[in-house]
């Protein structure tokens, strides 16, 4: 490895040592979304998505719907991180400026990742 490559290596290293608690604390700053959060309400957020009411939200219903979660939605930001003391995994997500959401959860607005 050239001298070069190998300072860049080691300053990448550090930085994501750094930055990993960083990301984190950010994350559990943020606010869970509540259930009854009027937005959340009117989307039919829920942390569990099998727990949604697909008589009221049958985009969910089928075995298409059986496949949506937060965690693969394109508003979804970040990757699931886990919050101490919350169970499961949380994620960012446009709808809901500094907050979180389940990343098992899903809303009515769920729409697919583009494919990589
Ligand atoms: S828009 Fe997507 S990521 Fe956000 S709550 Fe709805 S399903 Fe989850």
């Not at 899903?106 to 697919?112: I, L």
């Given at each position: 490895?050239?001298?070069?490559?190998?300072?860049?290596?080691?300053?990448?290293?550090?930085?994501?040592?750094?930055?990993?608690?960083?990301?984190?604390?950010?994350?559990?700053?943020?606010?869970?979304?509540a259930l009854d959060d009027t937005t959340a309400k009117a989307l039919g957020y829920a942390h569990d998505a099998t727990k949604v009411d697909i008589v009221k939200f049958p985009k969910r219903a089928g075995?298409?719907?059986k496949t949506q979660f937060c965690n693969n939605c394109s508003f979804a930001q970040g990757e699931p991180q886990v919050i101490e003391g919350k169970e499961g995994k949380w994620m960012g997500c446009t709808?809901?400026?500094?907050?979180?959401v389940a990343e098992k959860g899903?809303?009515?607005?769920?729409?697919?990742k583009p494919a990589k």
């Open positions: 490895m050239k001298r070069r490559n190998f300072i860049l290596s080691c300053i990448a290293g550090v930085g994501s040592i750094a930055l990993a608690p960083l990301k984190s604390w950010a994350l559990e700053k943020k606010e869970i979304v075995e298409a719907g709808l809901f400026p500094n907050k979180v899903w809303c009515n607005t769920w729409t697919a």
